[in-house]
């Protein structure tokens, strides 16, 4: 029998889900319950009901974990940008190993799986840690307002201060927020499609304290832009970079296709260990450079290095992996779709005098068959997709290419247990190590190694 809208029904949690929700069952059926923890139990009132689930929301705590904490952030149920600030870190990391149990459970055939899964690797201080924020802007009752929408709504919630945000970045948005109201500029309306300024996206070189700021606008014309660089320049002599993004598009990408620099340089610098990168408005870059050196010195002790090794690091935005890897291995060669990340992985390789790191544009499914025929085959892959996991194309690459190891960087589980199940023709996983790049949210990253049968 199925539970219906309104109902109330008694549950214990069982787990938390790959969104950070609580998992409880009622008769066989399956309920997601945001903010709901392992092992409380709890009244909930259904608000949705699927074909294989339904969704309630927590009416009632009867028995309350004792991970519970009290979520600092005075927005944290508002906004929807964290998921577990309720939990303690503690808690956090345990239900994060559980996260990528259950996705090799659901779509994997991972033998030994609980040995093979090691402990997540966590910050010491999960706060203030993401260096680039992209805000949304918007007017309410005539004033400029910046921030997330709302979980599950289209409503803006204004953020004036983000305990997982970089203070920096948040510094420079209220700023400019204050400048767009100063100016009179205009602001983007969604509804109406009518409106010039659409998003602020701000970026921290954390090493360097260099900061980049690019407004999003809907047209190229910017009226009042001599002003406005004049009083970003005044208030905050900090930002080194300030650029404007096109995007006129009726979607929920930021970024559209033309970038212009307004004043300043193009790229800012941000330092890893003793690799310097310079980063342009579009490159990706790991949100959270504390735990990037510890994930990618996991990748390194993964690849298992002598000096000689061929590696591929395929998916390689601004060539970060493959240049940490680069001082002990023979050579690294990448790819990557988006030109702007290889130009800059390409000057990143230059400046660091790697001459043993080349990057081109294009995937790996195309270039590898064509680096094979040519005598060049590879040793080590480094794969680290999108959400969305590998194309199928490239697992079936790798699977005709046979390197000896393959070392997969995942912030996803779903797509990584079902990558590795194709992989797992021909490879074997030999560890998983859950990083934590993402502290209060329910991301969860991973280093997978799997080695040619």
Same mark, same amino acid.
């Given at each position: 029998m199925k539970v219906k809208i309104g109902q109330h029904v008694p549950l214990t949690i069982k787990r938390l889900g790959i969104n950070g929700e609580g998992v409880g069952y009622f008769k066989k059926q399956v309920v997601f319950v945001p903010g709901a923890l392992p092992n409380e139990e709890v009244i909930a009132e259904i608000t949705n009901v699927k074909h294989k689930f339904a969704e309630g929301r927590v009416k009632r705590i009867?028995?309350?974990?004792?991970?519970?904490?009290?979520?600092?952030?005075?927005?944290?149920?508002?906004?929807?940008?964290?998921?577990? /600030?309720?939990?303690?870190?503690? %808690?956090?990391? *345990?239900?994060?190993?559980?996260?990528?149990? /259950?996705?090799?459970?659901?779509? %994997?055939?991972? *033998?030994?799986?609980?040995?093979k899964l090691e402990q997540t690797i966590g910050m010491e201080e999960p706060w203030k840690y993401r260096n680039k924020a992209q805000f949304q802007v918007g007017l309410l009752k005539g004033k400029v307002i910046a921030g997330l929408y709302g979980a599950n709504s289209h409503r803006l919630i204004n953020i004036n201060e983000c305990i997982v945000q970089r203070p920096e970045t948040t510094k420079v948005i209220n700023n400019v927020k204050q400048i767009l109201q100063d100016l009179k500029i205009s602001i983007y309306d969604e509804r109406k499609r009518k409106g010039l300024v659409r998003t602020i996206v701000t970026r921290i070189g954390v090493s360097t304290g260099e900061?980049?700021?690019?407004?999003i606008t809907s047209k190229e014309e910017l009226?009042?832009?001599?002003?406005?660089?004049?009083?970003?320049?005044k208030r905050l002599p900090e930002v080194k970079s300030i650029m404007q993004n096109v995007n006129g598009q009726k979607t929920s990408l930021i970024f559209g296709d033309k970038t212009f620099t307004l004043d300043g340089k193009e790229t800012i610098e941000e330092v890893l260990g003793d690799l310097s990168f310079d980063l342009s408005a579009r490159a990706f870059f790991q949100l959270n450079p504390t735990q990037t050196v510890k994930l990618y010195n996991e990748v390194k002790k993964e690849a298992g290095l002598t000096g000689k090794e061929k590696i591929v690091?395929?998916?390689c935005g601004v060539g970060t992996i493959g240049l940490w890897l680069a001082d002990e291995a023979g050579e690294i060669r990448g790819m990557d779709v988006i030109e702007d990340s290889i130009v800059d992985a390409n000057k990143n390789a230059k400046a660091k005098g790697y001459d043993n790191a080349h990057y081109v544009v294009g995937k790996a499914e195309?270039?590898?068959?064509?680096?094979?025929?040519?005598?060049?085959?590879?040793?080590?892959?480094?794969?680290?997709?999108?959400?969305?996991?590998?194309?199928?194309?490239l697992l079936k690459t790798i699977l005709d290419v046979k390197p000896k190891k393959v070392v997969y960087v995942s912030?996803?589980?779903?797509?990584?247990?079902k990558d590795v199940k194709i992989l797992t023709k021909l490879y074997k996983v030999e560890r998983i190590q859950p990083v934590d790049m993402f502290p209060q949210t329910a991301h969860v990253e991973s280093v997978t190694t799997l080695s040619l049968k």
């Open positions: 009867r028995k309350m974990s004792d991970e519970r904490v009290k979520a600092p952030c005075p927005i944290y149920e508002k906004c929807g940008g964290c998921q577990l /600030q309720h939990l303690s870190y503690e %808690g956090q990391l *345990r239900a994060k190993r559980d996260i990528v149990v /259950q996705a090799f459970e659901r779509h %994997g055939n991972v *033998r030994n799986l609980e040995k900061v980049q700021l690019v407004l009226p009042k832009k001599d002003l406005l660089i004049q009083e970003v320049k690091d395929a998916y195309y270039w590898m068959p064509k680096w094979v025929k040519e005598g060049w085959k590879p040793d080590v892959i480094v794969i680290d997709p999108p959400r969305t996991g590998c194309d199928e194309k912030c996803n589980p779903s797509t990584l247990a």
